[in-house]
């Protein structure tokens, strides 16, 4: 059943690679669905992680991400179902790595996913953008398509790195195209409970960040790193497991961050 009012869309962005942006992508988006709200995957990431996480055969795909925005093909063709009720995804891939390049010389280059959006915002609650990891044009088009970002941050060494860039970019996509975009929220990934280096840098960036940090925090898993080998979200493939448990809550927090609970 369609929604009455438009998706939020949210972003998922963070120019440093390995902070489970995917990760973050799939399971929120899983645990979404599973709570009711009927949820759509854009995988802007030319290596394809949300996509074949989510169980798409990218070998076998007629439409992504890279028609959607290189060919202007309506983004309906491009949908795919997910083994999630009510999780859909716009595939990604590795053509898309060439897109960087080929909208350089584009007219709205930067709002080409904005624009292939606009008619399928009010089928789905919530549309989760998974950004790569650069501030390429391909980020900046799904800041400029998006609501809100979301960025997860790993417990780790130079947590922090890249994400204030992020949020210089953040402020330049305000000021000159999509001023409505708002910092949603930064989400911890990969807590290690046994080093107190991850407890230092929960601590520290809750200081940084304040509120807009989620107060669910995701655990370093190796049920969350199989999942993707086997197309699963961890909700499918594992879930007693503290991955699957932790982005339920995450999905929870998210809905009472919306009113949606």
Do not use: W
């Amino acid at each position: 059943m369609a929604t009455e009012v438009d998706a939020t869309i949210v972003a998922i962005a963070n120019q440093k690679g390995g902070v489970g942006k995917s990760t973050t992508a799939i399971n929120l988006g899983a645990g979404l669905a599973l709570q009711g709200e009927k949820l759509l995957i854009v995988d802007l990431d030319p290596q394809g992680n949300t996509s074949s996480g989510l169980g798409i055969d990218r070998a076998n795909i007629e439409l992504s991400t890279y028609e959607v925005l290189i060919d202007e093909a309506p983004i309906d063709d491009a949908i795919e179902p997910t083994s999630v009720k009510d999780l859909h995804v716009v595939p990604a891939t590795i053509e898309l790595a060439g897109a960087e390049i080929e909208l350089v010389s584009m007219f709205s280059r930067e709002m080409r996913l904005a624009t292939a959006l606009k008619p399928i915002t009010d089928e789905y609650d919530v549309i989760l953008i998974d950004c790569p990891p650069s501030l390429g044009l391909l980020t900046v088009n799904g800041l400029a398509a998006a609501d809100e970002v979301a960025s997860p941050i790993q417990c780790e060494y130079y947590a922090l790195e890249g994400v204030s860039q992020l949020m210089r970019n953040v402020q330049l996509v305000q000021q000159s195209l999509n001023p409505l975009l708002e910092v949603e929220g930064v989400i911890l990934t990969m807590f290690d409970g046994r080093t107190t280096l991850s407890a230092d840098v929960v601590e520290q960036v809750r200081q940084h960040f304040g509120e807009t940090t989620y107060k669910t925090v995701i655990p370093r898993t190796v049920r969350l790193s199989e999942a993707p080998s086997y197309g699963e979200p961890i909700e499918a493939y594992d879930p007693m497991s503290r991955g699957a448990i932790a982005y339920r809550e995450l999905a929870r927090e998210f809905r009472r961050r919306h009113g949606r609970t």
